[in-house]
């Protein structure tokens, strides 16, 4: 996903929210192409304002978006198709 105002934690929400709400978090590596490592300090900066939730299930770890979390999103969905549309007139 490209943004250019958005920053990681801000795509991320937004791609949660696209999925469902819920998505394991080699999914959001694979699509963000973020790094692992990125995706940890993100994941925790996330968890810590209540937008996450992080369940750990053998070797995989879902990641569900709270309904803070869903509420931030969708301003973030809005706010971006905004300025799309304001670049796109200019």
Do not use: C, H
Not at 1 to 30: D, P, Q, R, V, W
Not at 32 to 40: L, M, N, R
């Amino acid at each position: 996903m490209e943004s250019t105002f958005l920053n990681k934690g801000g795509i991320l929400l937004i791609i949660l929210y696209k999925k469902g709400g819920i998505a394991f978090e080699s999914e959001l590596i694979n699509i963000t192409k973020f790094s692992p490592g990125t995706i940890q300090s993100w994941k925790e900066r996330l968890k810590e304002k209540g937008y996450i939730e992080v369940t750990k299930d053998k070797n995989k770890v879902y990641i569900k978006l709270t309904k803070k979390g869903k509420e931030i999103a969708e301003r973030l969905i809005t706010l971006e198709t905004r300025i799309e549309t304001i670049v796109e007139e200019k």
